[in-house]
């Protein structure tokens, strides 16, 4: 069977090996993949000799992502744009393609499975990290009215929206800032969530009919859905359906066949709580 993996530290919980062996089992593709924990500062050794040993496709999370960029011998122009990796495929030449589909994957999400409009819409983008840069080009793509990125550490938004700022309406901003706009979506991007905290947002920045995403998922809601219940957001989702989709694109990628998302969302939904 071809061989596939996810090299990430921590990758124990990592959701990427049930998913890829139900879009395999669906598709009625032969290939094996499971998580494979890398110490740090080794990825470029382990990518190395997976690939040395016949292994066809890796994908990458945290921290590797720019290990892997740096890995990958050609790259697919939203893989520069974000400056970051998360799919490596083998090349039939033997050369292995770097490619990021976190972007995609969260528009696929918003857009097709959760039917929220992107285009014209005001859109306030939460973190500046690496998580990101990996959405905005692809978001930017739909075109949406603009993109404000606000950040704790507020440099780091404006150097984000200036490297993106070709593709559209896109600046950078401190949470004090926020205090009088209006968004009709508000993403968050931070990794606030995973401990149990919230970026400072002011109240009635969500428009009547605004929409709340948060790319971190689990079995409940996270922080920053609660606020925006709280906030009477129209609707509110976690990024379970980003992960699928995300995954998705790579096996696409890799396999040349689109999986069926849906079914795959619900089962991993199921396996969360
Ligand atoms: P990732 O690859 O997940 O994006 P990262 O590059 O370390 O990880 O970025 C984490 C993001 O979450 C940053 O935007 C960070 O804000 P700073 O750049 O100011 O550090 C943001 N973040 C993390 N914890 C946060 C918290 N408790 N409140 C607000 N923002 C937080």
């Known amino acids: 069977k071809d061989q596939y993996a996810v090299y990430g530290n921590p990758v124990k919980h990592s959701k990427s090996p049930q ?3 139900a879009f395999a089992e669906q598709t009625g593709q032969q290939l094996h993949y499971r998580a494979h924990k890398v110490e740090l500062g080794r990825f470029a050794d382990a990518a ?37 990796v998360n799919t490596l ?3 039939d030449d033997g050369t292995v393609y770097g490619d990021n589909t976190d972007g995609v994957g969260l528009v696929r999400d918003i857009h097709d499975n959760l039917g929220w409009q992107l285009n014209g819409r005001r859109i306030l983008v939460l973190g500046a990290g690496g998580a990101v840069r990996g959405i905005l080009g692809p978001l930017l793509k739909q075109g949406p009215a603009h993109v404000l990125v606000a950040n704790r550490t507020v440099t780091k938004a404006q150097s984000v929206a200036k490297h993106f700022d070709g ?23 931070t990794s606030a969530s995973m401990s149990g905290d919230l ?4 109240h009635h920045i969500l428009s009547n009919d605004g929409c709340a995403y948060d790319m971190m998922y689990g079995a409940e809601p996270t922080p920053f ?11 509110v989702s976690d990024g379970l359906g980003m992960l699928v989709e995300q995954a998705a694109e790579s096996f696409c990628i890799w396999r040349g ?12 939904r199921q396996s969360l709580s």
Request: hydrophobic share 45%; proline share 6%.
């Open 167 to 189: 593709l559209g309406h896109v600046a950078g901003c401190s949470y004090e800032g926020l205090a009088s706009g209006q968004f009709d979506l508000i993403i968050n991007g």
């Open 48 to 84: 190395g000799q997976f690939f040395s040993h016949g292994g066809k496709g890796l994908n990458i999370t945290v921290p590797f992502k720019l290990d892997a960029f740096e890995f990958a011998g050609q790259l697919s122009g939203r893989a520069r744009r974000a400056g970051a």
């Open 19 to 21: 998913i890829h062996a």
């Open 225 to 235: 859905m609660r606020w925006a219940a709280g906030e009477a957001a129209w609707a």
């Open 199 to 202: 970026p400072p947002l002011p």
């Open 89 to 91: 495929a083998l090349q």
């Open 257 to 268: 066949v689109r999986p069926d998302t849906k079914p795959v969302i619900e089962l991993v």
